[in-house]
């Protein structure tokens, strides 16, 4: 057997690892009864245990040596060796007491947030969020050391290879000079226009999720490797071959759950539009979370907010809910569905906003990861670039920075992927439009397939054959900028040609 | 560390793995899509691997020898370690490449079994069977040199630990001699009186599923520690603290789903109960599928299949389905739900004729272990015991010999435990009405808190601490013998005193 065999029969098994711990993570959040809780956390750790140590085995580095020298392998052979000795160096950079230790502080820290953020409390979790941002800094710096990056790059490097604050802040600057002003402007215009028809519910769950299920199969969506179910976070998770979303329905209102399924649908179609070839081996997986987030973003911003997708979809609901009169038209719904306004909360800020809300995170946790500023001030940063970015001030900090999971969590570095992958939705979706002319026709015809089709050619099933700015350069003509999210924001708030 | 505790400790990892196991497999019969198969074969595999691995782990032979002469333990922990000298000697009794080659064996004897039962085709499975039985001869020859029993001892003992072919022949000649006529005096019976009524239905599944959800919880199921769901084949599964049961609903007949829920609720009740100290421990273990079995007809045969739940259920039922009439008596119910008929399928049969079917096999699979018949003479023998023990004689081996999973998927040696469960639930139940007059009044009432706390005391908090005759001789006098079985039969279908 020859050591590049050896690598990737070692990586399958390392595959059929994580897609166990992907199935009980799923199981976890949708169907486990509550008493199982402890039960199923040993097993999670256990298997987490197992999947690191299968990473960090030394024979990995022994038969990557060897396979780096063998002859006849062809392009997607050696940008797998590539991609494995990227995942193999990151590994096994971590020490594994800081490892343990961190995952030790994030569960409390988690326990310690979910309280904290019912209670407002922002001084209840920061000895605890204290002890994640040490470990964080610890980890980035390993890291670091070993890649040749700086401790918070090395960070974002686990959620967007090749990325790094340099790139992102010249990006992030341009549109905090454009969104402010741009954010007025657009809510003026719509203060022009009359305000949107209240829509009579209740609206049954059992249809809405018929719905659902009947726009995920027009977007492309295969049942046969994935379900759809309910959870309390909506999440794209599962296995290879098992690609399952989640939604949660809100009797009062359709619209939450039908733009959620789309979101998450994208997410799933760049899963399992992945190269079948690849599947287990590191090459076959997404190049990375901007990329990931462009591709819920294309079918739930660009492609499922336009009036071609409305124009389809207004049929479809007024058949599905049995509704009638003028808040159910086409133009109506669009309306409905790209409306703008400030607020405190992320997830529920709509396309305009929601950059504001990325820029500030990415500032913040910049500069906590560099020491420039102590955690305890963090209440106090957060609420002035509120009001500084949105011009609005939370009254408290549940609405603050309690509000999101991503740092006591441990996840620092995430927070730009959001915004960097709106970007990316815009540039990938216009060079979808100009290629096939067909997409947004296709669109009003609830047919995706020139959507789709080009999205699998020129993003899923290339993996992580190509770095994210290469990917991107070959599919659009040039490297992520602004240009194309800011023409979109215009042409769509405010008419702009 | 003392050795018990690294024993312990070593088999708290196996449980959270074989939790993590038990969750998969139940996932992919109940939820996962079709395209997930090949995948989740891969995670499953490797998941069974690494558990053997851990349970064979040399370490625990050293740490056994030195906590057998530890000073201080208790009788649960003198228990437990020789529960895991006994599992720990079984496993470690097969050779590798054995295990291996079985596991191969018997999935390609399953896919073969599943094409030849739908072409009523034996020929076409001997092949992969005669394979399946040459290894399992093998296994059972290695486990028997161990532990000093014959080969088809050596298999009944990995379901039902000290069983013997010796004991079951004298307990089920004993049945043999009298249950042909029984059956004939019980058919006859019940010709004399008026044939059920035919129930209109059709009856919802999800009126159904409420019905199994409501008795469920009367039975004293533990919503927060499982769950209910629907698979092809019903069965108990999940994991420790997460004991999910399943079912399959026909909505022309609403009593094989509730039957159904109510038999596997009975083993449900079993899993929750255990020991919750020793849950991951051997010694917290049920302590065989005899007892097992036992405990699912309790529940579906002796407690629900009387006229004392009947009268609590047929109200329940009405309200359920609107039913009306002179069908939805209790009287009418409980006939229909004690109703004798020869027929060639086990899981269809009643409780009267379904012995054997057991004692059919159980002689069939001992002579062809003990290489006495050529399996490719299953198929005669098979019609000539049905013709012996039913007097009917199936018209094809679909309805004969391929009709069960158990053999092509090596449970060689598992057949006998349904039986043997019957006349332990007959045992039981019969010891618990003695000891809790409070028994079969409170089952009318619908309360089965009499029934199931004494269950709890002398069967399922017991876990694996004493061996099944020992636990037997302490909860109802003596070890199992066919009298109070053969009593209730005759008591329930002949109306004897």
Redesign the interface.
């Known amino acids: 057997m020859t050591a590049y065999a050896a690598l990737t029969g070692h990586f399958?098994?390392i595959a059929?690892?994580s897609?166990?711990i992907g199935?009980?993570q799923w199981?976890s959040d949708t169907?486990?009864?509550?008493?199982?809780a402890?039960?199923?956390a040993?097993?999670?750790?256990?298997?987490r245990v197992?999947a690191h140590d299968m990473a960090v085995d030394p024979r990995v580095g022994d038969w990557l040596g060897a396979a780096e020298q063998e002859d006849g392998l062809g392009d997607w052979e050696r940008a797998n060796l590539r991609e494995i000795r990227r995942v193999w160096t990151v590994e096994t950079a971590l020490p594994a007491d800081l490892v343990e230790a961190s995952s030790k502080a994030i569960s409390a820290s988690e326990m310690a947030w979910r309280q904290a953020r019912a209670d407002a409390d922002f001084p209840a979790l920061l000895p605890y969020l204290a002890e994640v941002l040490k470990l964080q800094r610890e980890a980035g710096a390993a890291k670091g050391a070993t890649l040749g990056l700086s401790v918070y790059d090395a960070l974002l490097n686990d959620y967007e290879p090749g990325g790094s604050a340099a790139r992102i802040d010249a990006l992030f600057d341009d549109l905090a000079a454009f969104l402010p002003g741009f954010a007025e402007e657009a809510i003026a215009a719509q203060q022009r226009r009359p305000a949107p028809v209240p829509m009579e519910g209740p609206f049954p769950v059992e249809a809405q999720r018929r719905l659902g299920m009947r726009v995920m199969a027009a977007l492309g969506y295969?049942?046969?490797?994935?379900?759809l179910d309910i959870s309390t976070h909506p999440f794209c998770g599962g296995?290879?071959?098992?690609v399952r979303i989640t939604t949660r329905y809100d009797e009062a209102d359709f619209g939450k759950a039908l733009m959620g399924v789309i979101h998450e649908t994208g997410h799933a179609l760049y899963e399992q539009g992945r190269p079948a070839a690849y599947?287990g081996q590191p090459v076959g997986q997404a190049r990375g979370m901007s990329l990931h987030e462009s591709q819920s973003l294309i079918m739930e911003m660009q492609a499922c907010r336009s009036p071609e997708f409305l124009a389809f979809a207004a049929p479809l609901m007024r058949e599905t809910f049995g509704g009638s009169g003028p808040g159910w038209e086409a133009e109506a719904l669009w309306r409905r569905y790209t409306r703008v306004e400030r607020g405190f909360i992320r997830v529920d800020a709509d396309e305009v906003t929601y950059p504001a809300h990325v820029i500030l995170r990415y500032r913040l946790e910049k500069a906590l990861i560099a020491d420039e500023m102590p955690l305890a001030e963090l209440p106090a940063a957060w609420n002035a670039g509120m009001q500084e970015l949105l011009g609005i001030t939370p009254p408290n900090d549940r609405l603050g920075c309690l509000q999101d999971i991503h740092w006591p969590s441990g996840g620092w570095g995430y927070f730009p992927t959001y915004t960097l992958g709106a970007m990316t939705a815009a540039q990938l979706f216009d060079a979808a439009c100009r290629a096939e002319p067909d997409v947004l026709p296709g669109i009003a015809r609830g047919d995706f397939a020139p959507l789709v089709g080009w999205l699998r050619t020129h993003v899923h099933a290339q993996g992580s054959r190509y770095a994210t700015d290469e990917l991107l350069t070959r599919a659009t003509g040039r490297p992520l900028d602004a240009g194309v999210f800011k023409a979109h924001l215009a042409r769509r708030y405010l008419g702009a040609a």
Do not use: Q, T, Y
């Open positions: 399958s098994r059929a690892m897609n166990a199935i009980l199981d169907m486990m009864p509550r008493g199982a402890g039960s199923r040993d097993s999670l750790a256990l298997l197992l295969d049942f046969e490797r994935g379900r296995a290879d071959n098992d599947m």
